[in-house]
């Protein structure tokens, strides 16, 4: 979500299996899409600048990623940073814009000894500090900026559980928020910053989860089944989440009468 609320920006793509992501941006509730990137590439985790003019997002292409910005309108491309791409079993989104327009918040590659942490960008010259180096196959994922900026929610996985951290900006302060025995897919601050949505499989499917920071037990907030990678606007009282249901599906053969019978 933009800061007022009223702009919306996602990651799409067609349903070929050749088809990469595109950003696109949409205006709230009713606006048209408008596609701003199509390149060979896969554009993902857009994130809004705080004036609303820019839209950052990650390119991804073989063992690389680059952060980009453009204009939120369309237009020129520009890359911030570049830095190793994150590779795990459960890439999640990993990018988000700090409210004072300093720092971006983002997922980058493991090291040999690492694997994938968060990272702050600076956004006027694009230098990258590493602030968490957890060892492989343990990975840190899907970055998100508190609303003064000065704190990073982020979902820890490891071959055990997947839970919630916040750290300071600085990577100070780490700290274990939630102590899940089930699977987390994106969380998203409150605009009060006290409080968060998440995503987690506590009832077999996926629904979204509200809780304290400092305290309290997680509350279901939507229990639509499938629901994933929330994401609370800043104002205008709005949430916007993904849907992927499982698809099965009964396939059906004929079975001739000389069908040679299965050996013994």
């Not at 088809?19 to 809004?48: C, E, K, M, Y």
């Not at 900026?149 to 300071?168: K, S, V």
């Not at 780490?174 to 949505?197: C, D, Y």
């Not at 009282?237 to 599906?249: L, M, Q, R, W, Y």
């Amino acid at each position: 979500f933009s800061a007022d609320g009223n702009r919306l920006a996602y990651a799409q793509r067609g349903m070929g299996g050749g088809d990469v992501f595109h950003i696109v941006v949409r205006r709230l509730p009713t606006g048209a899409p408008q596609q701003l990137t199509d390149g060979a590439a896969n554009d993902t985790s857009p994130a809004w600048s705080p004036d609303g003019s820019s839209v950052a997002f990650v390119r991804t292409q073989e063992e690389r990623a680059q952060v980009m910005i453009l204009p939120a309108a369309g237009g020129s491309e520009r890359v911030l940073a570049e830095f190793a791409a994150p590779r795990g079993d459960q890439s999640l989104p990993g990018l988000s814009w700090a409210s004072d327009g300093k720092l971006l918040a983002a997922t980058i590659g493991g090291e040999e000894k690492h694997g994938p942490g968060m990272a702050t960008i600076d956004a006027k010259s694009g230098a990258v500090k590493r602030l968490t180096s957890p060892g492989p196959p343990e990975g840190d994922w899907d970055p998100e900026f508190s609303p003064d900026g000065q704190t990073i929610l982020f979902t820890r996985i490891t071959p055990e559980n997947t839970n919630l951290y916040t750290c300071e900006r600085d990577g100070s302060n780490l700290r274990q928020l939630t102590f899940e025995n089930h699977a987390i897919r994106g969380a998203s601050w409150m605009p009060n910053g006290r409080e968060l949505i998440y995503s987690a499989d506590r009832n077999r499917d996926f629904t979204l989860w509200r809780m304290a920071v400092n305290s309290g037990s997680p509350k279901a907030t939507l229990l639509s089944p499938h629901a994933q990678f929330p994401a609370v606007a800043p104002a205008g009282n709005k949430i916007a989440f993904t849907e992927s249901p499982t698809v099965s599906a009964i396939w059906r053969a004929t079975v001739g009468a000389n069908d040679a019978a299965p050996a013994a």
